[in-house]
T-cell receptor
Framework: DGGITQSPKYLFRKEGQNVTLSCEQN?????MYWYRQDPGQGLRLIYY???????QKGDIAEGYSVSREKKESFPLTVTSAQKNPTAFYLC??????????????FGSGTQLSVL | GIQVEQSPPDLILQEGANSTLRCNFS?????LQWFHQNPWGQLINLFY???GTKQNGRLSATTVATERYSLLYISSSQTTDSGVYFC?????????????FGQGTILTVHP
């Protein structure tokens, strides 16, 4: 089945620890995105990547880092500099950012909590 | 950046009722999408509709780009329609590829 796989589904972070959230897609999409959702809120863009080996900061990039070494993978690291990391993290992809059809598809999310 | 405002924030319906959700945006857009988030957090893309009208079963959407709003219509609502509906837009230019989400409309459909 084609789709976007996020893992783990639940993740716990200790103080001062870095944690990495995985996102893999087999849709052959060029663009990938990370969003953060807080309870009762909309989604806010953390980072996005339009092509392999390139990525741009979104609206709330501080305390996060990403890499895009392969087209199908876009892992997100939540660093110890992110002081309020508890949230629901959603990975998404779209066929291209250059054309007119940029329909966004989402993974099932990772809930990150601080111990 | 572009602002997105959705209304109403909450909507409670009886099964079988119709509803209209609204999305206002502050600038010209080249991308507008509607999503449904189910109670388990999964977001499903309902429509890609930067302009015009589309229909998919009991759902339809209309975007009037010149007046900077979009409407999502749900007819004959079912309990499975419950969840949060988000509108998301992109203004193009330097924000190309970046979708900005509204705060969502929480829909509850009672049997």
């Amino acid at each position: 089945d084609g789709g976007i796989t996020q893992s783990p589904k639940y993740l716990f972070r200790k103080e001062g620890q870095n944690v990495t959230l995985s996102c893999e897609q087999n849709l052959n999409h060029d663009a990938m995105y990370w969003y953060r959702q807080d309870p009762g809120q909309g989604l806010r863009l953390i980072y996005y990547s339009q092509i392999v080996n390139d990525f741009q900061k979104g609206d709330i990039a501080e305390g996060y880092s990403v890499s895009r070494e392969k087209k199908e993978s876009f892992p997100l690291t939540v660093t110890s500099a992110q002081k309020n990391p508890t949230a629901f993290y959603l990975c998404a992809s779209s066929p291209t950012t250059w054309g007119t059809n940029e329909k966004l598809f989402f993974g099932s999310g990772t809930q990150l909590s601080v111990l | 950046g572009i602002q997105v405002e959705q209304s109403p924030p909450d909507l409670i319906l009886q099964e079988g009722a119709n509803s209209t959700l609204r999305c206002n945006f502050s600038d010209s857009v080249n991308n507008l999408q509607w999503f449904h988030q189910n109670p388990w957090g999964q977001l499903i893309n309902l429509f890609y509709i930067p302009s015009g009208t589309k229909q998919n079963g009991r759902l339809s959407a209309t975007t009037v780009a010149t007046e900077r709003y979009s409407l999502l219509y749900i007819s004959s609502s079912q309990t499975t329609d419950s969840g949060v509906y988000f509108c998301a837009v992109s203004a193009g230019g330097t924000s190309y590829g970046k979708l900005t989400f509204g705060q969502g409309t929480i829909l509850t459909v009672h049997p």
